[in-house]
């Protein structure tokens, strides 16, 4: 190996020691992550505890598989802004985001990558940072290659200079078949191995590309981008302290708050399970006018089904262990609380088995915000940098780019990503109990507030403003039936999927005409409504929230229903 081979495998070797308690720590969290059995130890910590009964709970497990269900239950959503940009510029950015993302996950499969949210939301959770890298190439055959590897950042470290990323240096194990695969190229050097699996140090900085097999270089080719094509961004959770000890805790994982005490939990289990076992086969004492050395038998006489004589006052008695079990099951009821306070509550879980208040679902969820929300803003920032070096690449090609689904695939130049834009990406997470929560405080507001401030402050949704406009004219149909009607026969007219309207929908559409026009003629003659016009009650949006609410109930208790005669605030009468 060259001196500076030797120098380049040296900074990564010292980096790797460097961080080798970030490293750690991610080791236990994937012990936790992956049940492995719990093994009870003498209060030295050394030596195994003899003839108990070790319990491994799935408390962990189930925490970080709810928790990435979470994060992979948000909504992405892409902004581009930028000023003095016309809105078919952004629309057509957001897209090409869209069809290379697409094109993404549509490749990741094949390197046994489910796809790139799910690989980075398990990161999250288990990890606390996310990293990938990104090189986009022309294909001959293929055409474009959005080439982005998500990386697990166990087996990834970098370094920076305060400004931008100066190297970065995933390592891989890989078997002898793909390090012939993979090392085929012009200038590639041979690669020698022993049998199974070799290590694989793929080094980049801003000059070269260096691969390494068990510290050997392999490969050497320049870097065409100009800077490191890596993306990694830490999870805000953690410790920013400048002690060594605060380094470990550097983008800490969903398992923080519990990670020693999930396996205090796993030794009370082992406890009260080996106190339940030992109760087949418990200890005995033996009372006997002979003092503490009495001839007894090596074993106990007791079995099933058999009777024994003893003199008055002796016999084998069960040694009292009620006092461990008590303290045992009040320990573990502490550690029980402590563990959700930690993680995630009942309801997240769906375990509740009783009704909450919108107050206490709210309350509920809020908590359970301030474990997610710096992760969803973790993934917003990736999913931001990785869009930049896309656009940077695919810029850098410079020809015509063919993107999206196949069969559907548009077309884009330089031109139409290159300008002076941000990107900005929202995740919005929210729980069934906690939309029915809000639907029941939006019902409430109604009258106290106006529409738009309820749809944009408490219900949330991206577009309050069209949204508004959307329930308007819904409203409107309703209480006009002919502009129903005359919406209703538009669509059954229009193109769709740029086929004409078939012959069942002209009927359709001219027999709603029809009916329009007697309608039409019966208000101009009676001076009022047409008697063909019906009148319907339309539900109180209170009401529609709270049945909502009571299908997440366990049941129990039943509905208390408006008296006959008597008129539900907040319901009026429309006209069909």
Excluded at 289 to 299: A, H, I, L, M, Y
Aim: proline content about 4%.
């Amino acid at each position: 190996m060259a001196d500076t081979g030797k120098d380049i495998y040296k900074l990564v070797k010292d980096k790797r020691v460097e961080m080798g308690s970030v490293f750690d720590r991610m080791d236990v969290d994937e012990a936790l992550y992956f049940m492995q059995p719990y093994k009870m130890v003498q209060l030295d910590g050394n030596k195994a505890m003899e003839d108990v009964a070790n319990t491994t709970m799935n408390d962990a497990l189930l925490y970080v598989q709810k928790g990435v269900a979470i994060l992979g239950g948000a909504t992405r959503q892409t902004i581009v802004k930028g000023k003095g940009l016309s809105d078919t510029k952004t629309s057509t950015i957001e897209q090409f985001l869209a069809d290379i993302f697409y094109m993404i996950d549509e490749n990741l499969p094949k390197r046994k990558i489910p796809g790139l949210d799910a690989f980075l939301n398990e990161q999250l959770g288990v990890r606390g940072r996310i990293a990938g890298r990104v090189c986009v190439r022309i294909d001959p055959d293929r055409g474009l290659i959005p080439d982005v590897l998500p990386l697990d950042t166990r087996w990834y470290t970098d370094d920076t200079d305060g400004n931008d990323m100066v190297w970065a240096a995933p390592w891989f194990r890989q078997s002898q078949a793909q390090l012939k695969r993979e090392f085929n190229k012009p200038g590639d050097k041979e690669v020698k191995v022993g049998s199974g699996k070799a290590e694989v140090v793929d080094f980049w900085d801003l000059e070269e590309n260096v691969a390494f097999v068990e510290g050997r270089i392999v490969r050497e080719q320049p870097n065409p981008y100009g800077y490191v094509p890596f993306v990694c961004v830490v999870c805000p959770v953690g410790s920013t302290l400048g002690t060594e000890n605060a380094v470990k805790h550097h983008g800490e994982s969903l398992l923080w708050a519990n990670r020693d005490l999930w396996n205090i939990k796993n030794e009370a289990a082992t406890i009260l399970r080996t106190l339940n076992v030992n109760s087949l086969f418990r200890a005995l004492q033996y009372e006997s006018t002979q003092g503490e050395n009495p001839t007894k038998p090596e074993k106990s006489p007791y079995k099933p089904k058999t009777i024994h004589g003893v003199e008055k006052g002796g016999g084998y008695k069960p040694i009292p262990v009620e006092d461990i079990k008590n303290a045992t099951r009040l320990f573990y009821s502490v550690l029980e609380t402590s563990l959700q306070r930690g993680s995630l509550s009942a309801i997240d879980y769906g375990t509740l088995a009783f009704p909450l208040s919108n107050i206490a679902i709210t309350q509920l969820t809020g908590s359970r915000n301030d474990i997610f929300l710096p992760r969803v803003q973790t993934k917003a920032q990736f999913y931001q940098a990785l869009s930049r070096m896309l656009i940077k690449q695919c810029i850098q090609l410079d020809t015509k780019l063919e993107l999206g689904r196949e069969g559907s695939k548009n077309t884009y130049t330089k031109a139409d990503l290159e300008g002076d834009y941000t990107i900005e990406y929202t995740f919005s997470t929210k729980s069934k109990e906690q939309e029915i929560a809000d639907l029941q405080q939006a019902a409430a507001a109604r009258g106290i507030l106006p529409d738009e401030y309820i749809l944009r402050e408490i219900m949330k949704v991206d577009d309050p403003t069209g949204l508004l406009t959307q329930l308007r004219a819904e409203r409107a149909e309703r209480i006009d039936q002919v502009l129903f009607l005359f919406n209703s026969g538009k669509s059954l007219l229009e193109e769709k999927s740029g086929q004409k309207p078939s012959l069942a929908d002209k009927i359709g559409a001219r027999i709603l005409r029809d009916r329009i026009r007697t309608i039409l003629s019966q208000r101009r003659a009676i001076g009022q409504l047409s008697p063909i016009e019906g009148q319907v009650k339309e539900e109180a949006g209170g009401k529609k929230a709270e049945e909502a609410a009571a299908l997440l109930t366990a049941g129990g208790g039943g509905a208390r229903g408006t008296p006959k005669g008597e008129t539900t605030e907040g319901e009026e009468v429309v006209n069909a």
